[in-house]
């Protein structure tokens, strides 16, 4: 197991956003966090990597209490690819080196640079290295931020809607790509998704949110009529497509 969410509670104000969420993650899982919108998906994200401050419960990463970590620490660890972000103006290249911040002393090493090469070049992103991320569309902007987080080389990925600006083919191929490295170098990640079939194409473990609580966590098997018109309160149905669940509203 490498991450543990034990009883987190949070709240905004008076409002109870997320009420005693517990569940784990292993090493190399890949994890859809589902829910309608407000379900407390992103509030998750942001007190797993302490953006937030829980009021109660404890996040553990490889049994360590994040809140016994230095903010360094916390940054080799868990990498994090917010919904929305403002950052100033610079290149592909350089917006992806500063993943490599927390392992960076002086300056970047021909290991980091190598790095982040590798990474333009895995995200097809290597012709837009000197290009500047202010003149990038919404999905060129969204893969570098994925690229960033990737260059971290973090034990945990946690990604707020990574794929809302991309395109079908890009969808899946960032997807595919995360999920290989996932797989090849142990990295678990936790992806926040409003599109159920590509979660069911992504993830191996499905975390679905109702009222600031899990309504359910386990393997496909949750993903049913049933707990999609719980959550949703949507009717779909459930067909099997060269041996693959699809769903479809009704
Ligand atoms: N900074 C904030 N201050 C006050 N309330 C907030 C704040 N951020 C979020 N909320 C509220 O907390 C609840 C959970 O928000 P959150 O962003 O975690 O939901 P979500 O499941 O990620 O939603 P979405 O799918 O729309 O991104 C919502 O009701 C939202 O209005």
Redesign the pocket.
């Known amino acids: 197991m490498i991450l543990r969410v034990d009883n987190l509670t949070f709240s905004?104000?008076s409002?109870l956003?997320l009420d005693k969420v517990s569940f784990s993650i292993d090493r190399g899982e890949c994890v859809a966090i589902l829910?309608?919108?407000?379900?407390?998906?992103?509030?998750?994200l942001?007190c797993i990597n302490r953006i937030l401050t829980p009021e109660g419960g404890c996040v553990f990463i490889d049994s360590i209490d994040i809140t016994k970590m230095h903010q360094i620490d916390i940054a080799k660890n868990i990498g994090y690819v917010p919904?929305r972000t403002n950052t100033t103006r610079m290149t592909v290249f350089d917006a992806v080196l500063l993943g490599r911040r927390p392992y960076i002393k002086i300056d970047a090493t021909n290991e980091d640079i190598d790095i982040v090469n590798d990474i333009l070049k895995n995200l097809s992103l290597e012709d837009y290295s000197l290009k500047y991320i202010d003149e990038l569309s919404g999905g060129e902007f969204q893969k570098v931020l994925i690229a960033r987080a990737l260059a971290q080389q973090p034990k945990v990925l946690l990604l707020?809607?990574p794929t809302s600006s991309l395109d079908l083919k890009n969808q899946i191929e960032v997807l595919d790509f995360i999920k290989d490295i996932a797989k090849k170098n142990g990295i678990s990640v936790v992806v926040?998704i409003?599109d159920l079939n590509l979660a069911l194409r992504f993830a191996d473990k499905y975390i679905l949110?109702r009222d600031s609580r899990i309504y359910s966590v386990g393997g496909e098997e949750v993903i049913t009529e049933e707990s999609i018109r719980d959550v949703y309160s949507v009717d779909v149905k459930i067909e099997n497509i060269s041996n693959k669940k699809i769903i479809i509203p009704i």
């Open positions: 905004y104000h409002k956003v829910g309608i919108n407000g379900a407390g998906k992103s509030t998750l942001k919904q707020d809607e926040v409003h949110m």
